[in-house]
C-alpha cells in the first residue's frame, strides 16, 4: 500500500519520507523497507499536510481515539491520548504498544528527547517490532550523539541483519562523527535579516550580483488572508529582498499576485542565469482532494512579474514535481524532484531538456547515479556542471544532508556523489543550496540548532586561511636582539612588502593595516630578506603552497655580523696541494658555493678571503701553501660570476693558529690532536668594507650573473 505524498508544503518541504511497500503492523504503518526522517522539530502544521490513506480500524476500548488521532496525525494529541488510555488498558501487550507509539509521536513531531525515553520503554518492556530499536537509535543520532547511536544501531542489525537501512545507519554514525572531529574549511551562520519564526527556505539568487534574493517563507503578509486548510497557517509565497551597500537585507516583501496564489503554496524556486525567468514550485490545495505539486514560471517586466504559467514536463497525472533548477548549456538543462514512475525510491532527481526549435520539454530523464532508494530533493546546478542536492538515502548526519556529484565528461549522467560534511550538514536538516557564482559562499537552509524559526536560512562561506609569518632576529654571535633590522618579503604572486622589527627584534605579516586584508596568502611561495647595519643579510623561504589550514609560520634570523673572522663550511684540500678537493665524499665547490651565496645575497660588499694551515712544517712553505689555497678559492668564485674586484686572496700560513701548539700537546689521544690541526687548517672571509658598487650590467639586475659551471 505506496503512500503518496502530494499535497502543498508537505512536497516543498516533504518532511517525512515514506518508500517501500508498506504493511499495517499492530494497526499502524510501518515500512518493510525504510522509514526516512522527517525535518527536525516540525510541527504538525506540516505533518497534518501529508495525504495518506487512513485506516478505519474495528477497534472499541480506551485506544479508539488514540488510535484514530494518531492515524490522521495528529501526534500531539494522539500523546495524551495514549497516555490517559495506558492506565485503562488490561493487556501487557497493549501496554507496550502504547509505549511504541508515544515514542514515535515524539519521534514524528521531532521531540527527540522524548523520543528517546519513550522508545527506550517500549524496548525495554519487550515490544517486539525491532522499528522500535531503530527509530529508538535514531531519535539518539538525531541528537548528534553518535557513538551512542551506533551502539544501538548495531543492536538493530542484530534484530534485523537482512535489513540494509541498518548498515547504512551504521556507516552514517561513523563518518558523521568523524565529520564532526574533522570539520571542512566552511563556516555557517544564520542570517537573522533573512528570517522568521514561521519557515524560511529555498533561497535564489535574483540578480548577477548577488544583491537580491527570492525564498519561501509561510511568514504572514502575503497575498489575502487565506489559511491553508491542511495546515492552519499562512499558504507558503516567494519573498524578495534585496542587500544594501553594507551588506544589510531589506525587509522581505512578497512577490506580486502574478506569482503568488492566494489558495496554493508558492516556493523552492529558481533563476535562469540571466536572471530574467523564474521557475517555482506551486502545490495547489483542494479539499478531500488530492492535488500534486507542478513547476511555473514567469518573467521579469521591469520592477514587475509576468502572469505565472504552467511548465509543460510529461509526467503522469498522480505524480508531483518540484524545486526546480536550471542551467548549462544557455538554460536548456531542468533538474527538479519528483515521484514519478521509473524512479530509484520515494523521491528522486530528474532532469529534462529544452529544445528551442520544438519550444517544448523532453521526456524526463532519471538521474540514476545520484539518487537512491531514499529521498533525493533540492537540486541545484553549478555551471561547471556539478550538481547539488539534499538527501536522506546516501550516507549522512541526520535527516536530510547536503551532496554534490559530479558530471560524467559532458554526458547527461552524474555520478562520485560526496556528502559536503559537517558544519554543512548537521544532524538537523540541510537543504536547499546556492552558490555565488563560482565563489565557495553563498546560503543554504537548515533547522539545526540556533534556527530562528522552524526553518531558517543560513549564509556559508569558506573563510579565507589565515597565515602569518613572525619570527625573531638576533646576533649570531651574542645572541642579542637586533632592533630596527628591516625584513623584505617577496612573493610569487608579485607582492612585495617591508617591515621593522621592534626593540625586541620582532616582526609580523599578518594583516595589512586598517584593512582585513592580509601579507600571507593562499598557494604563494615568499623570499625573505633580512637587513641590519653591520651584520650580513639573510635570507628565507616560506610557501603556503599545499597547506589547507591556517597557519602561523615561525621563521627566524641569527645575523652574521660583519666584524672579524667569519667562518663558513669546510673546504678541503689534499695534503701539500691548493686543488680544491672534489671525490666521491668530498666537494669542497659545495662549500665555496655557501661564500658565493653569502656574495650574491650582499652585493656591496668586499671581502678578504683568508686561508690558513696548521704549525706543522716550515714557515715559508706553509706561508706560500695558504696563499695558493686562498687563490684557489677567489678563483672558483670569479669562475661563478663574482666580480674579481670584491675578494682579495690571502694568506696566512701558520701565523694565526687558533690552537696553539702547547695545547695540542696536552690533549690525550692523535684523533683529538689531529682534530686540533684541522681547525688551524681553516679557510675563512672577513669583510673589508660595504659600500662597493657594482658594475652596470650588475646593478641593473640586482644580483651576480651566474656563468654555468664547467
Known sequence: MPRELTRGISFLKTKIYYFGNLEIVDDIYR????????????????????????ITTAQKGPLDEADNLYENIAYYEAIDAYKKAYSKVK?????KLILYKIGMSYYFLEDNQNAESWLDKAVKSGYSDPEAQYFYADAIRKQGRYDDALVEFQK???????DAKAQTAIKSCQVAQEWVDNPTRYSVEPDPLLNSKQFDFSPTYADKKFDELIFTSTREGSMGNEIDPNSGESFSALWYTKRDKKGKWSVPQ????????????????????????????????????????????????GRSWAEAELVDIKKPDTSTIGHPTVGLSDDSYMFFASDMPGGKGGKDIWLVKYDKREKTWSAPINIEGVNTDGDEMFPYIRQDGRLYFASNGHPGMGGLDIFVAE????????????NMQYPINSSANDFGIIFEGEAERGYLTSDRDGTRGKDDIWSFRIPPLKFIIDGVITDLVTGESIPGATVLLTGTDGSSVQVTADELGYYEFDEKEGSDERYILEGTSYTLEVSADGYLKGKGQETTVGIQKSTRFKHDFKLQPMKGEI???????????????????????????????????NPNIVIELMAHTDTRGSDAANQKLSQKRAQSCVD??????????????????????????????????????????????????????????????EESSGEEETPSEE
Not at 35 to 46: D, E, G, N, P, V
Not at 407 to 418: E, P
Open 156 to 162: 538493530y542489525k542484530d534484530l534485523a541483519p537482512n
Open 254 to 301: 512578497p512577490l506580486p499576485e502574478m506569482v503568488n496564489s492566494p489558495d496554493a503554496n508558492e516556493g523552492s524556486a529558481a533563476m535562469d542565469d540571466r536572471y530574467k525567468e523564474l521557475y517555482f514550485t506551486r502545490c495547489a490545495t483542494q479539499k478531500n482532494k488530492k492535488v500534486g505539486c507542478v513547476i511555473y514560471k514567469t518573467r521579469t517586466m
Open 636 to 697: 672558483y668564485l670569479v669562475s661563478k660570476g663574482i666580480n674579481a674586484d670584491r675578494m682579495m686572496a690571502k694568506g696566512y700560513g701558520e701565523s694565526q693558529p687558533r690552537i696553539s701548539d702547547e695545547q695540542i700537546a696536552q690533549l690525550p689521544t692523535k684523533e683529538e690532536q689531529e682534530a686540533a690541526h684541522q681547525k688551524n687548517r681553516r679557510t675563512t672571509f672577513k669583510v673589508l668594507r660595504d659600500d662597493y658598487v657594482p658594475p652596470a650590467t
Open 91 to 95: 493487556k501487557a501487550e497493549d501496554k
Open 407 to 418: 558530471r560524467n565528461g559532458k554526458n547527461d549522467s552524474w555520478g562520485n556523489v560526496q
Open 31 to 54: 515500512t518493510n523497507s525504510v522509514i526516512l526522517m522527517k525535518f527536525a522539530r516540525f510541527t504538525l502544521f506540516l505533518l497534518s499536510l501529508l495525504t495518506l490513506p487512513l
Open 567 to 601: 667562518d663558513f663550511p669546510e673546504v678541503r684540500y689534499d695534503l701539500g696541494k691548493w686543488e680544491l678537493q672534489v671525490n666521491d665524499s668530498v666537494n669542497s665547490k659545495d662549500s665555496l658555493d655557501y661564500l658565493y651565496q653569502t656574495l650574491t645575497e
